[in-house]
């Protein structure tokens, strides 16, 4: 007579689940989970108007409102008060699209509110109530190494003129320079923008 090894499923019991069957489920379960973080949350399907979803888009307006649903007979849910706010449009519908702010706030506004012009925001985790903003170089180059041309807060929008996966080119108000992606809402990680 053998001996059952740890891994054996019981003879009798068809669909049990032994000890090692459930440690396997558990690694596929983390192998899945880790092999969706170490994937860019790029933009992937296309929506109704041939877009992408998602993507990044930004306000043209100073005044925009985001409303509960896609139409104006839906409630107001926040007014957005800040040309250029970068936004990650989610749905489409007809004339209507479905957006995320850098909070996580999500609801509609008209899409003839947004333009495509793409900017992002400089570290908006980073913004805290009643603590002075933390500041971020802009840098002369692509490098960690170069001269910084101008610290900037927490919280401003950069118009971004490209990014090569790791720095997007910038400028933030007479300032020109560099900012590493990770450091910008508004953009994908590892989003290649020519």
């Not at 998602?54 to 409630?75: A, E, H, I, Q």
């Not at 957006?99 to 805290?128: C, H, I, M, N, Y």
């Not at 002075?132 to 190494?145: E, F, I, Q």
């Amino acid at each position: 007579m053998r001996e059952k090894t740890s891994c054996e499923r019981p003879a009798r019991e068809k669909w049990a689940w032994g000890p090692c069957s459930l440690a396997l489920v558990a690694l596929l379960a983390i192998a899945v989970a880790a092999a969706a973080e170490a994937q860019p949350a790029a933009p992937s399907v296309p929506g109704a108007s041939g877009l992408p979803l998602p993507r990044f888009v930004s306000l043209k307006s100073d005044r925009v409102n985001m409303r509960k649903g896609p139409g104006t007979d839906y409630p107001t849910a926040w007014v957005y008060r800040r040309a250029g706010l970068p936004l990650e449009v989610i749905k489409e519908f007809q004339g209507w699209r479905q957006v995320r702010d850098a909070d996580g706030a999500a609801g509609w506004v008209l899409q003839s509110f947004l333009s495509g012009r793409r900017t992002a925001l400089v570290l908006p985790w980073e913004v805290k109530q009643g603590t002075p903003a933390p500041k971020v170089a802009l840098h002369y180059n692509d490098s960690g190494r170069s001269r910084p041309v101008a610290m900037v807060e927490a919280g401003v929008i950069a118009n971004i003129a490209s990014c090569d996966g790791n720095w997007c080119r910038v400028s933030i108000d007479k300032f020109r320079g560099y900012i590493e992606q990770k450091k910008l809402w508004g953009v994908y990680e590892g989003e290649v923008i020519e």
